[in-house]
């Protein structure tokens, strides 16, 4: 076992050794306003989010509640990754909470759109959902965690094809939906909703631990072990 450690404060990327010896970056997060979803950094298509309108995993008001509109298409908000260091897989996180809607869908793609990686997450039971892929992504992986009072920790793993990429998060009406290209597809209703809290991306093969951003990407403290 590891005799000790201790942290120390970080305003870049850094690497730390976790208690079980294997070396990462340390927790950071990349995605810019990261609980500010209806922030125009984030581009919404065929929802609206009211930001931080309901209690979140931490028992603040913070998180924001989904809300498709009455039309067949995606319902979905995304923004545009940078920074992203090609052939590393990288890891997308969101907290997410069933609403009028038990499922929500998670995606990374290329911008080209050449490579996507997409899965759906049963918020009702707690248990992943159906997977679609474009292209030939590598270094996929996802999970569902709970939180507790209902909160599930989703996340979605792919390794970079290229420096810039696409976060997106999506509504679904199933846990198989039809898919169009990174997203579910369904007839909304102008009522179906999810509780979303925290995104977060990063560049390591699962999620470390959350850091909370505004217009920049943050830096969490690193674990040193002696």
Not at 167 to 194: E, K
């Amino acid at each position: 076992s590891w005799p000790g450690q201790f942290t120390s404060a970080t305003t870049t990327l850094g690497t730390e050794f976790s208690t079980d010896g294997v070396l990462r970056y340390g927790p950071h997060n990349l995605q810019i306003n990261s609980n500010d979803l209806d922030n125009a950094a984030w581009n919404l298509h065929n929802v609206t989010v009211g930001n931080l309108d309901v209690i979140g995993s931490d028992g603040t008001l913070s998180a924001s509640t989904m809300t498709d509109n009455a039309t067949l298409n995606r319902h979905q908000l995304n923004d545009n990754l940078s920074g992203l260091t090609v052939g590393n897989i990288h890891t997308i996180s969101l907290e997410a909470k069933a609403g009028t809607l038990d499922f929500i869908a998670l995606a990374i793609r290329t911008n080209t759109g050449s490579q996507a990686y997409s899965s759906t997450y049963n918020l009702s039971t707690g248990a992943l959902g159906g997977s679609h892929t474009t292209g030939s992504p590598t270094g996929t992986n996802r999970t569902i965690t709970a939180l507790g009072s209902g909160w599930y920790r989703c996340t979605l793993s792919v390794a970079a094809e290229l420096a810039g990429a696409i976060f997106v998060i999506g509504l679904s009406d199933a846990s198989s939906p039809t898919w169009n290209n990174d997203s579910p597809r369904y007839t909304g209703d102008g009522s179906g909703t999810v509780l979303v809290s925290r995104a977060q991306f990063e560049i390591n093969s699962a999620f470390s631990s959350y850091v909370a951003t505004t217009s920049a990407a943050a830096y969490g403290p690193r674990k040193h072990v002696v």
